[in-house]
């Protein structure tokens, strides 16, 4: 597809990255545009908003329970859509520095709301549960 778009050349295929290499990545990108259709989780949106680099994914319930109001939605088909969205942001980066800047700080600060560590400690009780195990009230 992407060569019959002739768009072949400004696509960029990369291998597996170590956590460092795809952190820069995110770094040096203007925006992170996710596409999908399904989601199971948007690991992608909250890799991008830790990084600092403001999120246009689609308006599915997966991306929008991680991303919340630090991302901007579209619908999946409405090719227009994204790419006025786009050229909004790209302006406001450009134009609006003080915005773009608290569009950044926004994405860090949704994204400090998802850990390993508070995940673990919300799920820890229902397995206990599942299993039958007795736990100290709090």
Request: with cysteine; net charge negative; aromatic share 8%.
């Amino acid at each position: 597809l992407a060569r019959d778009l002739a768009v072949e050349e400004a696509i960029l295929s990369v291998p597996f990255l170590d956590r460092s290499t795809l952190a820069a990545i995110y770094r040096h990108c203007a925006l992170l545009l996710l596409t999908s259709d399904r989601e199971g989780f948007g690991l992608p949106v909250l890799e991008a908003l830790a990084c600092g680099t403001p999120v246009v994914a689609s308006d599915i319930a997966a991306l929008r329970e991680v991303g919340g109001d630090a991302v901007t939605y579209c619908d999946v088909d409405d090719v227009e859509e994204w790419r006025m969205r786009v050229a909004a942001l790209l302006e406001e980066r450009e134009r609006r520095p003080e915005a773009w800047k608290s569009r950044r700080a926004a994405g860090v600060d949704r994204a400090a709301a998802f850990s390993w560590a508070k995940y673990a400690s919300d799920i820890l009780p229902l397995y206990h549960r599942l299993a039958g195990v007795e736990t100290a009230s709090a």
